[in-house]
């Protein structure tokens, strides 16, 4: 898993995707809009604390292409700036984080994402291994839940521990591992989901301080290179683990069931009809 982890990084140039911006910035601001994932603070023992926008997301303003080269820029930012300033600030090592989900807004039609989210997992399982503490699940509605249901079992226990479905917005359990400044929008305010994305309050705002300084880092680094150009940077997505494939087919089983059972129109997935 090294070797192909190392292969992969080598052949797709990922040591130097930190120098690649994504161009022009209003592009990069509506990718911002469309995958929401932002820095919102750190817990309590100095984990950062990532908030993810999961039902809200629409991957639908770019090629799918720029959200890879996206989210795996912010995982290399993780790696080599956010993680080793935490270690220095907090005086221990710290190699992982908190994932802290939005259910909000997840919708039947969120089977029609599966094919980029499978992709983006499929990168984060081969080659970003054990990088989250744990994952809280907030705002889950019914949906959710069904799905939950069905997905649990198929986990591993080592995963299961990991997942914590939280009551509501998850305020009250949160504040006792983090700061109320280091909440998620999402999650200070029952209904807060839809705060602006013009809010600089907001995790996934281009205006928000982190992702400020993820896109000024990248931009200079561009320039150190001399690198500034448009296009999106292709990267090979490797091929799914059999265990996730099955998961992902469960998944879509349990959606069409609940698509039926609401009498809700069929979807799309992958080209197909479901």
């Known amino acids: 898993m090294l070797v192909d982890s190392l292969n992969w990084r080598i052949q797709n ?3 130097s995707i930190l120098e690649k911006p994504i161009v022009p910035l209003e592009l990069y601001r509506s990718i911002r809009e469309s995958q929401l994932v932002g820095l919102s603070g750190y817990s309590k023992e100095g984990l950062p604390v990532f908030g993810i926008g999961v ?3 629409t991957y639908d303003k770019a090629s799918v292409h720029y959200y890879v080269q996206s989210h795996i820029q912010i995982n290399e930012y993780r790696d080599r700036i956010i993680l080793p300033t935490a270690t220095k600030k907090f005086g221990r090592p710290i190699s992982t984080s908190i994932k802290v989900l939005d259910m909000t807004g997840l919708k039947l039609s969120a089977l029609n994402l599966l094919k980029i989210l499978t992709a983006i ?3 984060d399982d081969l080659n970003y291994p054990e990088k989250a503490e744990t994952y809280y699940i907030v705002n ?3 949906i959710f839940s069904a799905c939950w249901k069905v997905v ?7 995963t299961r521990k990991k997942i914590h479905v939280l009551h509501g917005c998850g305020r009250d359990e949160l504040l006792k591992i983090m700061d109320h400044s280091a909440l998620p929008h999402f999650c200070r ?3 807060s989901s839809k705060i602006s994305l ?3 309050n907001n995790c996934f705002s281009l205006d928000h301080p982190f992702h400020q300084e993820l896109y000024h880092y990248i931009e200079q680094q561009a320039l150190n290179q001399e690198l500034v150009k448009q296009g999106s940077l292709h990267v090979d997505i490797p091929d799914q683990d059999l265990e996730d494939a099955k998961i992902v087919e469960v998944i879509k089983a349990e959606f069409h069931k609940l698509g039926e059972q609401n009498g809700s129109p ?3 997935v992958n080209n197909s009809v479901v």
């Not at 649990?152 to 080592?158: A, D, F, G, S, Y």
Request: aromatic share 4%.
């Open 13 to 15: 140039e990922i040591d």
């Open 55 to 57: 039902g809200l997301s």
């Open 121 to 123: 997992s499929a990168v």
């Open 140 to 142: 889950a509605p019914y």
């Open 152 to 158: 649990k079992p198929l986990l591993q226990e080592r």
């Open 189 to 191: 305010l029952e209904g």
């Open 198 to 200: 013009n809010d600089v």
């Open 266 to 268: 069929m979807v799309t």
